[in-house]
């Protein structure tokens, strides 16, 4: 499926019929970052959401060229490229050359970066609790410099956070599918409930309240408890 653009996102009803690949246009983030870093392309790829996590291929705003995301994804070339088998299983950023010198790429992935011209991939893994859920990739026509390498591992995750915020904010709160209990007790907890208190209130053990609200943090991809109350009422999943 070809690239879309992100503003044509008010237009899908759930998550699930978003295009997975879409085009990346007018980010004035990427655009500074540019202006700073000289890369040519960009690839954000995952969601905190389970199931559209990095390397799955649901998930993936990009100004590459179309076709090449069509070929690259539709070949599920992914599960072959060492870039990302090393930048998940290590949990930290690998350029192409390290990535190649390590393993081996398979001749069809050499083709196609040869073919549409992309060099010198370099892939920062976003992580949360051990899980890498996320990935930011830029390519560039030189090996970037050791400096510029730390200055894009330090940026990408708000990078990765500011392009991804659209999808988040709008198909987030139905996709985590919290549950009853969960809502439930994010909403007590708003109100300035301790878990023992909703528990009396809910009838719920207190383990199962402290349960469901771990839950729901995790879900909201909150740091705390605090984060995910205020998560979820910016989500409009509670008032």
């Known amino acids: 499926m070809g690239c879309v653009a992100i503003g044509q996102l008010q237009s899908y009803a759930d998550l699930s019929s978003v295009p997975a690949h879409r085009q990346l246009r007018d980010n004035e983030l990427v655009a500074q970052m540019r202006k700073s870093i000289g890369f040519r392309h960009l690839i954000v790829g995952g969601l905190d959401i389970e ?48 990535a190649f010198d390590d393993i081996a790429p398979p001749p069809r992935l050499q083709s196609l970066l040869r073919a549409y011209e992309v060099r010198h991939r370099f892939l920062i893994p976003i992580v949360r609790d051990g899980i890498v859920y996320g990935g930011v990739c830029f390519t560039n026509d030189r090996c970037f410099t050791e400096g510029e390498r730390q200055l894009l591992a330090f940026l990408a995750p708000p990078l990765h956070k500011a392009v991804t915020k659209p999808l988040m904010e709008r198909f987030a709160a139905a996709a985590l599918r919290l549950s009853e209990g969960e809502v439930r007790c994010l909403e007590l907890a708003g109100r300035g409930r301790t878990s023992e208190e909703i528990a009396a209130l809910t009838a719920y053990q207190k383990e199962t309240v402290d349960t469901y609200l771990k839950r729901a943090t995790r879900k909201l991809g909150a740091e705390n408890r605090a984060h995910a109350i205020a998560e979820a009422i910016r989500r409009d999943i509670i008032t």
Not at 75 to 96: C, I, M, N, W, Y
């Open 51 to 98: 199931g559209y996590h990095y390397g799955t291929g649901r998930s993936v705003d990009t100004d590459m060229p179309p076709a090449y995301i069509d070929a690259y994804f539709g070949e599920r070339l992914g599960f072959a490229d060492p870039v990302v088998t090393l930048s998940k299983t290590r949990g930290v950023a690998v350029s192409q050359e390290d």
